[in-house]
T-cell receptor, first 111, second 111 residues
Framework: GEDVEQSLFLSVREGDSSVINCTYT??????LYWYKQEPGAGLQLLTY?????DMKQDQRLTVLLNKKDKHLSLRIADTQTGDSAIYFC???????????FGKGTTLSVSS | EAGVAQSPRYKIIEKRQSVAFWCNPI?????LYWYQQILGQGPKLLIQ????????DSQLPKDRFSAERLKGVDSTLKIQPAKLEDSAVYLC?????????FGQGTRLTVV
């Protein structure tokens, strides 16, 4: 079956690094995603990674994928108050199948 | 590149009334999704289109929900009659291979 799990809440201080974790159960998943949702807004695609990659870096964002443990993480360096939002992990088996989402992790950044 | 457009942004209706949502995907994206996001949860797939054909509608409550994608471009999602539990944000997304982009969503309140 397909199920994506995330911790519900993370609190960090401005300037620290944030690490948001996700586990998924479908080993066939080819694409793994991180989305950001601010209050009252839609989902913003932050980054995605192919299953044949271990790591992807994009400016302050680093995605790590451990296929053996079916574990995905998103690291945000130098976290800012503007990073406060809900972060969703999602998986997709192929480019033609739907995305399956976790329940989201609320990131709270204090100054 | 223009994003996924949705309208209306907000809608309040009484139970047993009908409502329709509209989505215009990113130009050239063959895959279109409708998701339902209940407050505090992750988005859940309602229906997936590939061009103007339905790929997956297994989670669509077909007794009251319907969707169409005429000419493989714009799509509409209809609820008739609405129930209180249909209160949610309805998100449309379109996809080109790996990247899936979401619209701002329509927030539906059923009273």
């Amino acid at each position: 079956g397909e199920d994506v799990e995330q911790s519900l809440f993370l609190s960090v201080r401005e300037g620290d690094s944030s690490v948001i974790n996700c586990t998924y159960t479908d080993s066939s998943s080819t694409y793994l995603y991180w989305y950001k949702q601010e209050p009252g807004a839609g989902l913003q695609l932050l980054t995605y990674i192919f299953s044949n990659m271990d790591m992807k870096q994009d400016q302050r964002l680093t995605v790590l994928l451990n296929k053996k443990d079916k574990h995905l993480s998103l690291r945000i360096a130098d976290t800012q108050t503007g990073d406060s939002a809900i972060y969703f992990c999602a998986e997709s088996i192929t480019a033609g199948t739907a995305l399956i989402f976790g329940k989201g992790t609320t990131l709270s950044v204090s100054s | 590149e223009a994003g996924v457009a949705q309208s209306p942004r907000y809608k309040i209706i009484e139970k047993r009334q009908s409502v329709a949502f509209w989505c215009n995907p990113i130009s050239g994206h063959a895959t279109l999704y409708w998701y339902q996001q209940i407050l505090g949860q992750g988005p859940k797939l309602l229906i997936q289109f590939q061009n103007n054909g339905v790929v997956d509608d297994s989670q669509l409550p077909k007794d009251r929900f319907s969707a169409e994608r005429l000419k493989g471009v714009d799509s509409t999602l209809k609820i008739q009659p609405a129930k209180l539990e249909d209160s949610a944000v309805y998100l449309c997304a379109s996809r080109a291979v790996g990247q899936a982009f979401f619209g701002q969503g329509t927030r539906l309140t059923v009273v």
